[in-house]
């Protein structure tokens, strides 16, 4: 406690962040473990996690006087919040689990993160403007790193199954949604809210699709529990609370930059602990990728932010 109450701001932000960012890509290794050992499906964990999660954010956010349910007085909020819960926030969630479930938590995570690219073409097309060199570097460096990480450098065969890029891909399409649909409640509403009330939204239409208790071929287990309970407290809620709390001690842009431990956590927890296969090449991809973010990032430091809501 002295320890922690002596250590400067900024290590503090960075320790959070980097914290939080590494939950985030441990808990796309546990779904896996999840999805291909325990026979859950993508539906059940999503609806499992964003309730739960949800609910929890909410109840903290109610905790600290940010008085959630105020959200809800406004019908243009009202109209956003559904829209953001049920097409953005459920879109990334289940797209993202989709692409794991068909694959491996690491493409995954990688390829959700052209997120940004997404959001800067589509911002482009929106304004008219024209691409910097900086934009063009991040688009050709998220291209070819798309490239090595599916195929490892050898266009006989995708060294990923064509249902997981998909997924994939769409995924990142959702996210750069999500991301552009949150950034006028946040404007106006604390991240916790916003975040709180979209998992709620979006889990609560999923259960229309899957009910949760529909499924009956769970392997269940002290670890299958285990799991679930890494995946939504400690993949979701602390990684959550972690990253916004690192915003307070580190700028925006920093912490979405340090961010980027995820997909780098998810890589080596399946590199680690599930065996997954990834040649030279999809790792020379995957830091393609990565470094596609940072150039982005550093580029978007004085325009709108894209990390206050991101991977959640």
């Not at 911002?123 to 599916?150: D, H, N, R, Y």
Request: hydrophobic content about 55%.
């Amino acid at each position: 406690m002295e320890l922690a109450h002596k250590m400067p701001n900024r290590v503090k932000g960075l320790m959070m962040v980097i914290s939080g960012a590494a939950l985030w890509g441990l808990s796309g290794t546990a779904a896996q473990v999840l999805f291909q050992e325990k026979h859950i499906t993508a539906e059940w964990l999503v609806v499992v996690r964003m309730m739960i999660s949800g609910i929890g954010l909410l109840i903290v956010s109610a905790w600290k006087g940010l008085k959630p349910q105020s959200i809800w007085a406004d019908k243009k909020h009202r109209i956003h919040l559904l829209v953001f819960g049920i097409v953005g926030m459920l879109g990334v969630q289940y797209t993202y689990f989709a692409s794991i479930a068909a694959g491996n938590a690491a493409t995954a995570t990688l390829l959700q993160y052209l997120a940004p690219v997404y959001i800067v073409l589509y911002t482009m097309l929106k304004e008219q403007t024209k691409p910097s060199k900086e934009v063009w570097l991040a688009v050709l460096l998220a291209l070819l790193g798309t490239f090595l990480l599916i195929t490892n450098g050898s266009i006989a065969g995708l060294k990923v199954s064509l249902v997981s890029i998909v997924w994939g891909i769409l995924s990142g399409i959702a996210l750069a949604f999500y991301t552009l649909s949150s950034a006028w409640l946040l404007k106006k509403w604390h991240s916790m809210v916003v975040v709180g009330w979209g998992m709620l939204i979006g889990g609560a239409s999923m259960t229309f699709i899957a009910f949760p208790s529909t499924v009956s071929t769970i392997v269940w287990g002290i670890d299958t529990w285990l799991l679930i309970l890494f995946v939504v407290f400690f993949g979701t809620l602390l990684a959550f609370w972690l990253f916004v709390e690192s915003i307070r001690h580190l700028s925006p842009t920093e912490s979405s930059l340090l961010s980027s431990v995820e997909p780098l956590s998810a890589v080596l927890a399946s590199i680690v602990f599930l065996n997954v296969s990834f040649g030279i090449f999809q790792a020379i991809g995957g830091i393609c990728i990565i470094i596609t973010v940072f150039i982005l990032s550093v580029k978007k430091k004085k325009s709108v932010s894209f990390n206050d809501s991101y991977n959640v």
